[in-house]
């Protein structure tokens, strides 16, 4: 069983091999159910480059990330779509 540090640290790791992008922020952490299986459910942020000229500050793009509570294993990696409340 993993702990939330190190699905943390097995998330950041994943997302830097696969997406290679940093640096990368914790923006949520909670322990979910995915297609059977106990996971911990991670939201990364990570900044978009500047796409236009006038565009000043750079854009934050989420994603999700299920690691198996009990493993450690990466199972998923999802797009996060933030909605406005």
Do not use: C
């Amino acid at each position: 069983m993993i702990d939330a540090k190190q699905a943390v640290q097995i998330a950041k790791q994943k997302a830097a091999e696969v997406l290679n992008e940093l640096p990368l922020r914790l923006e949520e952490l909670e322990r979910d159910s995915y297609k059977g299986r106990d996971v911990w459910s991670l939201t990364l942020s990570f900044a978009r480059e500047v796409q236009h000229p006038m565009q000043l500050f750079p854009e934050s793009l989420y994603k999700r990330f299920l690691i198996d509570a009990e493993t450690g294993e990466l199972v998923a990696i999802k797009i996060r779509e933030v909605t406005s409340q």
